[in-house]
């Protein structure tokens, strides 16, 4: 039977939203894009990897969220000489018994930081992909669930490719959303320079419980979202996904100067996944619980359109040559796409 979220269900959650914000301003200045898609991803319940220089507070926000949502918390730092034992645990072998007992690694828990994750090669990667894919981790021959809830924050360097290991496209598709962590303004540098560097010692209230989460993903389950709005979904996912209208351009002609100008799918050689589609959505109802309403509007999907989708889409040579990134394909993608 189908939950109808009522106004005080809406006040509830809206009142934890702007208590976690405002515990949050205490220690990051600023970033309020970064810390909106840390919070949703804690509440619709996905992994998120942020994308920033080094210094920008990624590793402060995310220890930040731990503590306001009392999940939890491990920090794993990669490094390329990382094993997956080191992640995910082993089995150690008792002499005194002659039986092997099993030591869980650093991911049994609610929150991970996966910091600078990638720095260790394919094998460690893949080995955080089963958690993070299926909530559970192989040890030997046994499987261990992980625990509830289970969300991976993961951060990386985009300036630093020396040493680095680019994450598989299967392993990107598991993050909800990418979060570009940018450069503070003047304003805010000046208030981050006055804490000294001692941020992490400014005290945050505990405003998440287990209990206050899961009436916020509650919530989010009974937002509602009118078939036109999924139909807008769809339209901008498959509009990624260079293999139709590729079809449709050769039927065209080859010489249609004007085709190849507009075709924004030339830049693109893999689109994304059905996945993206099913986190538009859940994304667009957080967007719709933070503004306190019980139904999904075309701008909640735009608003999160970019942090879902900026990682899904491989871009090929040609956008590169060209200065194209993802986030201007995306822009010009929900530019032209028609609005229910």
């Known amino acids: 039977?189908?939950?109808?979220?009522?106004?005080?269900?809406?006040?509830?959650?809206?009142?934890?939203?702007?208590?976690?914000?405002?515990?949050?301003?205490?220690?990051?200045?600023?970033?309020?894009?970064?810390?909106?898609?840390?919070?949703?991803?804690?509440?619709?319940?996905?992994?998120?990897?942020?994308?920033?220089?080094?210094?920008?507070?990624?590793?402060?926000?995310?220890?930040?969220?731990?503590?306001?949502?009392?999940?939890?918390?491990?920090?794993?730092?990669?490094?390329?000489?990382?094993?997956?034992?080191?992640?995910?645990?082993?089995?150690?072998?008792?002499?005194?018994?002659?039986?092997?007992?099993?030591?869980?690694?650093?991911?049994?828990?609610?929150?991970?930081?996966?910091?600078?994750?990638n720095r260790s090669p394919a094998k460690v990667q893949s080995a955080l992909l089963e958690a993070m894919a299926e909530h559970q981790v192989t040890i030997g021959e046994q499987t261990y669930a992980l625990p509830k809830p289970f969300i991976v924050m993961a951060t990386q360097n985009p300036i630093e490719q020396e040493g680095t290991y680019s994450l598989p496209e299967a392993e990107l598709d598991r993050f909800l959303l990418k979060l570009i962590v940018p450069y503070p303004s003047p304003e805010e540098e000046l208030q981050i320079v006055k804490t000294n560097g001692n941020a992490d010692k400014i005290p945050v209230e505990k405003v998440f419980n287990s209990e206050a989460l899961l009436k916020c993903r509650e919530a989010v389950?009974?937002?509602?979202?009118?078939?036109?709005?999924?139909?807008?979904?769809?339209?901008?996912?498959n509009v990624t996904r260079p293999s139709?209208?590729?079809?449709?351009?050769?039927?065209?002609?080859?010489?249609?100067?004007?085709?190849?100008?507009?075709?924004?799918?030339?830049?693109?050689?893999?689109?994304?996944?059905?996945?993206?589609?099913?986190?538009?959505?859940?994304c667009a109802k957080v967007s719709a619980l933070f503004a306190g309403r019980s139904f999904v509007l075309p701008e909640d999907v735009q608003n999160v359109a970019a942090p879902v989708l900026r990682h899904r889409l491989v871009l090929n040579y040609e956008a590169s040559a060209d200065g194209v990134t993802a986030d201007d394909l995306i822009s010009k993608i929900i530019d032209f796409m028609p609005v229910p």
């Open 1 to 117: 039977m189908a939950h109808f979220i009522t106004k005080s269900e809406l006040d509830e959650c809206s009142d934890y939203i702007q208590r976690c914000r405002s515990e949050a301003a205490k220690r990051v200045v600023g970033q309020l894009e970064v810390v909106d898609g840390i919070l949703t991803a804690l509440i619709a319940g996905g992994h998120v990897l942020l994308e920033g220089v080094p210094g920008l507070a990624k590793t402060l926000a995310v220890k930040t969220f731990a503590e306001i949502s009392g999940l939890d918390f491990k920090r794993i730092q990669f490094t390329p000489d990382l094993l997956p034992a080191d992640v995910t645990g082993t089995l150690i072998y008792q002499q005194q018994t002659g039986n092997f007992t099993v030591r869980k690694g650093p991911v049994f828990a609610n929150m991970v930081l996966a910091d600078e994750i």
């Open 244 to 282: 139709a209208e590729q079809s449709e351009n050769r039927h065209l002609g080859s010489n249609s100067a004007a085709v190849k100008k507009n075709d924004l799918l030339r830049y693109i050689s893999f689109g994304a996944s059905p996945r993206a589609g099913i986190a538009l959505l859940q």
């Open 221 to 237: 389950d009974a937002i509602t979202a009118d078939d036109k709005i999924l139909s807008y979904i769809v339209s901008i996912v």
